[in-house]
C-alpha cells in the first residue's frame, strides 16, 4: 500500500512540475520570437499572399496614420501583393521582399495602375492569449501609369512627376491561433518623393488599407 501511495504522489509531483513548465514556457501575454502559432498541422510559411482595399486621404504620411481621424476622400484603391520570408534576423524579426500591384480610382481620378516592390521587415508580434498583434514595415520604389488627382495637384505644387516614387508601407497585422495562417491587416500605402529624391517630390498620397493574408 506504501508502494501505491508512493507511486501516486511522485505522479502528482511530476504533472505539477509538468504543468508549471508548461505555463512558464507559454504566458498569456509575450513577445514572440518565433511565429507563436506554429505546429505539426500549421508550419512555419514562408510566402504570402494579400489582398486589400483602401481608400485615399488628403493629408500626409503623420496625419494619415491616425487613420480614423484621416481627411478620406472619395478615391480608392484595390490591390494584391506577394511576399516571402528570406532570412529570420533573430528576437522575433524576419527580412523578405514584397512585389504588389493595384488599381486606383475614384469620382475625381482617371483609373490608373500601380506596381510596387520592397523589402519587408515584420516582427513575430505580441502575443495576447489566442491573438497575436504583429507589426511590419515595409520600403521600396512605386511606379504608376498615371497620378491621382491629389499626386496631380502635388505635381503642380512641386514641379514635379509622381510616376516613380519610393513606397513606404508601416502595417500591423492580427490572426489567431484557431486560424494562424490568416492574418487581417491594417497597411498605411505611403507613396513619397523622399524630399526629392525621386521625381523631385516631396509628399507623394496616403491611402489606408484593409485586408486579409494568407500564409503559406
Known amino acids: 500500500m506504501s508502494d ?20 512558464e514556457s507559454a504566458p498569456f ?15 512555419n510559411a514562408k510566402n504570402d499572399i494579400h489582398v486589400f482595399g483602401g481608400v ?20 480608392f484603391m484595390i490591390g494584391g501583393i506577394y511576399g516571402r520570408d528570406f532570412k529570420d534576423l533573430g ?8 512585389a504588389g500591384a493595384a488599381i486606383r480610382f475614384g469620382d475625381d481620378d482617371d483609373t490608373s495602375g500601380e506596381l510596387w516592390a520592397g523589402l519587408r521587415i515584420r516582427h513575430h508580434g505580441l502575443v495576447i492569449g489566442d491573438l497575436a498583434i504583429a507589426p511590419g514595415f515595409t520600403a521600396g520604389l512605386s511606379v504608376v501609369t498615371g497620378p491621382t488627382e491629389i499626386e496631380r495637384a502635388r505635381e503642380i505644387h512641386y514641379d514635379g512627376d509622381a510616376s ?6 508601416p502595417e500591423v497585422a ?6 494562424p495562417h490568416v492574418e487581417f491587416v491594417y497597411q498605411l ?10 521625381g523631385d517630390f516631396g509628399e507623394g498620397s496616403n491611402a489606408s488599407t484593409f485586408g486579409l493574408r494568407y500564409r503559406f
Open 4 to 23: 501505491i501511495k508512493t507511486s501516486l504522489t511522485a505522479a502528482l509531483l511530476m504533472a505539477s512540475v509538468s504543468l508549471a513548465h508548461a505555463g
Open 29 to 43: 501575454i509575450y513577445l514572440a520570437t518565433q511565429d507563436p502559432f506554429v505546429s505539426p498541422e500549421a508550419p
Open 56 to 75: 485615399f486621404a488628403g493629408g500626409s504620411f503623420g496625419s494619415v496614420i491616425q487613420f480614423w481621424d484621416a481627411d478620406y476622400t472619395d478615391n
Open 91 to 98: 528576437a522575433g524579426f524576419v527580412l523578405g521582399g514584397v
Open 164 to 169: 516613380f516614387l519610393g513606397f513606404l508601407g
Open 174 to 179: 492580427f490572426k489567431l491561433r484557431q486560424a
Open 189 to 198: 500605402h505611403h507613396r513619397s518623393g523622399a524630399d526629392g529624391t525621386f
